[in-house]
């Protein structure tokens, strides 16, 4: 059965943002964690140490963790940002649940926040930060040109056809045309022809299969021993972590001839991520397997993500994902709900370090609060999977009611 | 590491010293890639230690310029106005002949490009740089 769980989150916070209501993201950091303090009954003097993930785009002030702790005039122990790519925000609380299994921290803070579409060109930077900077930058990558490298092989190797795709995305807005905060919200539910007949941004990705860049959110999650939950804060436990990354830039991960990872697959291969890996870890430490699982909210940026993303997490057979999505398993009566804020696809991306997004929407799912739809069945377990980098990086959580 | 400032608005590569030979040789309009001495093994990026068995004995050698199509995808929306006037174009990776991956442009239209699609090498200045684009080995 389940392990012992190794920390405890006792205070959720979050925070958003629109265009006709601008937040920076110091102002996201500053509302989610007041928020998430009182949540758990505690003062800033009591949180020891603090984890980001990566600067915020909307304010790339590097030390941003510092920049954040100064600001409230909160001296900690200990302060970090970790920076797996997209994926190190997700393992803050890997990071927190050790520092308080040390006996290092008693309070930890994990943090993020961005409002990319408020204040910056993103497209115009994008590949620039994420593309190899002397041999990738030259020829114009944009990043769902790369992402869209993955796609091109998966159709290849799979027979995936866009059709396929187009599931995924009509699948994520049936959440997302519910949620009060999902960027796409406004165009309700869509189907697939909706999502074919929408133009390329990178073939073979349509406009409908690639993540927007929504408004701004900001989160905030106070983690503490099981041991210290007191009785009128509403804990979600954490079970297991993991994480494992592979390369920066995908020239890199083209030329590997071999990976550590057990299941990573036969190389080159641009259709298995490290997520294989740390769902492997995750799975290991929590004692549960992907049948135990009740809800997922995954990082998927581009719609053929989905698939990879459920067969990495052993939701399906190498090439099957799509199955997940065609079969009603991800929605609202499926057997896993998943991505039920929208997810990035409808949801939005707030940002490169924003996992903290599907965070806060799984506490407030596990506590029986979501914003936007509940499914029918109350999920008891989720994973949560952080992703970053060009398919570089991945952290998963394995969390309870 | 010199600067990367763009010339005529092309992104210019951020140098890294281990690739400087490749930068020189494409000035000429050779294509270069390492080999490691002691494994054997075709080494790309430029590294200044074999990442496959960390030797340092890596030589420079000429590529044939000759491969096929791993993947491709073809931007319809460029990042900058310099990228925005030539849209579409296609980037992807390219298995060269002599066993490694080189990402690059690949020219032709988004429908003519194939994976396992043989191609070739050609070369176009861009600012103050030539670099090596890929273009169909038989086209029609």
Same mark, same amino acid.
């Given at each position: 059965?389940?392990?012992?769980? *190794? ?7 979050? =925070? ?13 950091? #500053? +509302?989610?964690? #007041?928020?998430?303090? =009182? ?75 961005? =409002?990319? +579409?408020? !204040?910056?060109?993103? *497209? ?11 041999? +990738? ?6 990043? /769902?040109?790369?992402? @869209? ?21 009509? @699948? ?7 949620? /009060? ?28 299969? %690639? ?24 804990? *979600? ?21 071999? %990976?550590? !990872? ?19 870890? @995750? ?70 370090? %924003? ?14 609060? /979501? ?10 377990? @989720?994973? *949560? ?10 952290? #998963? ?5 | ?113 194939? &994976? ?14 030539? &670099? ?9």
């Amino acid at each position: 059965m389940t392990a012992q769980p *190794v920390a405890a989150i006792v205070g959720m916070g979050d =925070a958003y943002a629109t265009r006709a209501d601008r937040k920076d993201p110091l102002q996201l950091a #500053v +509302e989610a964690t #007041v928020a998430a303090l =009182a949540d758990a009954g505690i003062t800033k003097n009591q949180v020891d140490a603090l984890f980001t993930g990566r600067s915020p785009w909307a304010d790339k002030r590097s030390q941003w963790n510092n920049i954040f702790a100064s600001h409230m005039q909160m001296p900690l122990t200990f302060t970090s940002e970790l920076t797996l790519h997209g994926a190190g925000l997700t393992a803050t609380l890997a990071q927190a649940s050790q520092m308080i299994a040390a006996g290092k921290a008693e309070y930890v803070l994990c943090l993020q926040s961005d =409002a990319t +579409e408020l !204040f910056v060109d993103a *497209v115009a930077m994008g590949a620039e930060a994420d593309a190899d900077p002397q041999f +990738e930058v030259i020829y114009g990558p944009t990043i /769902p040109s790369l992402y @869209a490298q993955a796609a091109r092989r998966y159709f290849h190797e799979f027979g995936i056809t866009e059709t396929d795709l187009a599931e995924v995305a009509v @699948a994520n807005q049936r959440w997302g045309a519910h949620h /009060p905060h999902a960027a796409k919200a406004k165009h309700g539910e869509i189907d697939i022809a909706t999502v074919l007949d929408s133009p390329y941004v990178a073939t073979p990705l349509r406009r409908w299969m %690639c993540s927007t860049w929504g408004g701004g959110t900001g989160g905030a999650l106070v983690v503490t021993a099981p041991d210290n939950v007191r009785p009128h804060q509403k804990p *979600v436990y954490l079970h297991g972590y993991g994480s494992a990354t592979t390369h920066e830039y995908l020239s890199d991960r083209m030329n590997m001839r071999g %990976c550590k !990872f057990a299941d990573f697959g036969t190389l080159p291969n641009l259709t298995h991520t490290a997520t294989i890996e740390a769902a492997r870890q @995750a799975y290991a430490m929590a004692e549960l397997g992907p049948s135990d699982i009740d809800m997922v909210q995954v990082s998927v940026n581009f719609a053929h993500m989905g698939p990879i993303v459920m067969e990495d997490l052993g939701f399906a057979k190498k090439g099957r994902g799509i199955d997940v999505y065609r079969e009603g398993r991800t929605g609202i009566d499926g057997d896993l709900p998943t991505d039920t804020n929208g997810g990035w696809l409808s949801f939005g991306q707030p940002g490169i370090s %924003c996992n903290m997004d599907t965070l806060i929407e799984t506490v407030r799912q596990l506590r029986g609060q /979501p914003l936007g739809l509940a499914p029918t069945r109350k999920p008891e377990t @989720a994973l *949560v999977q952080g992703a970053g980098g060009m398919l570089a990086a991945g952290s #998963v959580l394995v969390l309870a009611a | 590491m010199s600067e990367t400032t763009a010339h005529n608005d092309w992104p210019q590569p951020y140098r890294l010293l281990d690739a400087a030979p490749y930068w020189a040789a494409l000035d000429e309009q050779r294509l270069t890639f390492q080999r490691c001495a002691d494994c054997a093994e075709a080494v790309w990026p430029a590294h200044s230690y074999c990442p496959y068995c960390a030797s340092s004995a890596l030589n420079w050698a000429e590529s044939a310029g000759r491969g096929t199509v791993y993947s491709f995808s073809t931007v319809m929306r460029g990042p900058t106005p310099v990228w925005a006037s030539i849209t579409p174009y296609t980037v992807g990776f390219v298995q060269m002949a002599e066993g490694y991956m080189l990402f690059a442009q690949i020219e032709g239209g988004p429908e003519s490009i194939a &994976i396992d699609q043989d191609v070739t090498v050609r070369f176009v200045e861009r600012g103050a740089q030539t &670099i090596p684009v890929f273009t169909a080995a038989n086209p029609g």
